[in-house]
């Protein structure tokens, strides 16, 4: 845990210095299996690139339906790890947590296509936890299903993206993330909040996510 501290500690500062800078420094993806890990990750020289020449107005889309509020949109982007260091590719899968009254739905799939959907309600909440590394918070809003495990990470304070993870009686099975930035590759209403009467506060199950 030390030793993931000070890794994550360093990308923390690097990241702060290269943003001070008169023009962005550029530096490779960092990606790990851990949300704490994830918030090193930098985006790719690629991916910077476009942000100089394109909008910002690409906006995921939403897999929340009229009459329902959208809190959070996310794309969903799959972790490589591999000798040579950690990289991501998008999927066309989307994460939506929309709310209708007291309910919030989980949504995951293809636009129109989903191929997750649980609700939660004051009978039947999902189960939410603050953890902090650092100046890093981290909110978790997780559920099961069956024996399955989900849980969505938002990054708060000097962290940024949203994580998904998933267990099951085995350990972790996967473990995707949004990418960095927010407006494209995720976003998260400042307007609105999950409605508590759905939300139980709980301590996750799962170490890692502790």
């Known amino acids: ?12 500062f690097s990241l702060l210095a290269a943003c001070s800078q008169d023009k962005p420094k550029l530096v490779e993806p960092h990606v790990a299996v851990h949300a704490q890990d994830k918030q090193t990750a930098a985006i790719s020289t690629q991916e910077a690139a476009k942000k100089v020449t394109e ?9 929340c339906k ?22 991501t590719t998008p999927t066309q899968n989307i ?5 209708d009254g007291d309910k919030i739905i989980y949504r995951f799939g293809k636009i129109n296509t989903v ?8 009978e039947a909440p999902f189960y939410q ?17 069956g024996s399955y495990y989900y849980y969505v990470t938002e990054s708060l304070g000097m962290g940024s993206g949203i994580s998904i993870d998933v267990f099951d009686s085995s350990g972790q099975i996967a473990d995707p993330f949004s990418g960095l930035d927010p ?3 995720f976003w ?13 506060e709980k301590m996750p199950p799962h170490k890692d996510m502790q």
């Open 183 to 185: 407006e494209v590759d």
């Open 55 to 63: 909008p910002q107005s690409r906006l995921p889309p939403s897999h």
């Open 129 to 145: 936890h603050f953890a902090r590394l650092g100046r890093i918070g981290m909110q978790r809003t997780f559920f099961n299903n």
């Open 66 to 87: 009229s009459p329902e509020v959208a809190y959070l949109n996310s794309r969903v982007k799959k972790i490589h790890r591999s000798e040579k260091g950690v990289t």
């Open 115 to 122: 191929d997750i959907e649980k609700t939660a309600t004051p």
């Open 1 to 12: 845990m030390r030793h993931l501290l000070s890794v994550f500690l360093f990308g923390c």
């Open 95 to 99: 994460l939506s947590l929309c709310i």
């Open 188 to 200: 998260v209403s400042t307007d609105v909040q999950l409605p508590t009467a759905s939300l139980l």
